[in-house]
């Protein structure tokens, strides 16, 4: 299949491939990155909290409840910085920030614990070593697996006692974002040599690859199961635009989730299986010609919709790493997001946008929540494919 949509768009990718791989290039927008990145640095230790996006004064708007799946990225940001630039302040404020949330790590009442504490601790144990680290991501994984349901074959996602899923009449509902948390486990099986992590995850990725997704190649962001039976009861969504089309995050979730399990398992399943989603993004007619796409996929008003910049920064960074295992088959697609991410039409210009690198992310429209605003969780995996990016040139 034909993953850019037209010549010209093919022989635009060409033209920047030379200079978007150049290390100076990528080294120019990390540091880019890095100033703009260093002021928030300072607010959140002044204040002693976490940024996730801005206001409505455009102001930060900080971490606000006592747990949050967004918390753990920006310290994941910090090391990122840190690892990339040896600068110790990075360092100490991602230990500092990271901290805020160490507490968390023994919930067992959401799914979130692999995006919390996979990118702060995780990062944290890979570049350090230190065991203090590593004990982290063994408790919350250990939390994690009490959600795992062996008939269904899946953890849960969401609570639905007491909770607004309760009012769909969902029982066991699945999202795909799920299968970012299955990284934490795979990665705590290898560096424990405990199997139970990796079957668990194994079995969530399976599960999924049977009911999340229509024969295209796009993704149901809610499957709900029936957790006595594991049959499948609701097909639906949270977040997109409608219970048939395709989120733009769930498809940027499930494009990362499988390129990931195939680095863990070598499985080609897995890897067939995130070509064809990403083969499903990249033909879509609703593709957009920068790359970043709209925030869902089937939005009404397309091409009068919002972009979604947070949806971009993953699929970018989860590109890139399936080009690894394709003989780059997928690096130029990659490096046209990134390019339009960088340029002015998403990258803020200095001291504007919260000190936040991207702008035009979208939290949840149907929520009316961080629609237009800049998102922590975009700016980290917009760094992370510039990492990527550069060590694959190292």
Known sequence: MNIIKSTTLLLFSSTILGCATNNDTVDSR??????????????????????????????????????????????????????????????????????????????????????????????????TGEEQYKQVLVDASNALITRFNEKVGCIQSWDVVGNWQAERGWRFPVIIDNLMNLEMLFEVSNITGDSTYRNIAIAHAN??????????????????YDPETGEVLHRVTAQGFADESAWARGQAWALYGYTMCYRYTKDKKYLDFAERIANFILTHPNYPEDGVPYWDFNAPNIPNEIRDASSGAIMASALLELSTYTN????????????????????AEPGENGNFVLKHSVGSIPHGNEIDVPLNYADYYYIEALVRLKERRL
């Open 30 to 127: 990390l540091q880019n990155a890095e100033k703009q990145l260093t002021v928030l640095r300072t607010a959140s230790l002044q204040e002693n909290n976490i940024p996730r996006s801005t206001n409505k004064e455009g102001g930060i708007r900080w971490i606000e409840t006592p747990y949050d799946w967004t918390e753990g990225f920006w310290s994941g940001t910090c090391w990122m910085l840190y690892e990339h630039t040896k600068d110790n302040q990075w360092k100490e404020a991602a230990i500092i920030s990271q901290k805020l949330i160490e507490h968390h790590k023994d919930l067992t009442n959401d799914h979130d614990l692999g995006f919390i504490f996979n990118n702060s601790y995780g990062k944290a144990y890979r570049i």
């Open 207 to 224: 599960t999924t690859m049977q009911n999340h997704f229509r024969p295209d190649g796009s993704s149901y962001h809610v499957v709900d």
């Open 328 to 347: 780059d088959k997928y690096l130029e697609p990659a490096l046209h997001i990134l390019n339009s991410l960088s340029g002015d039409t998403y990258t």
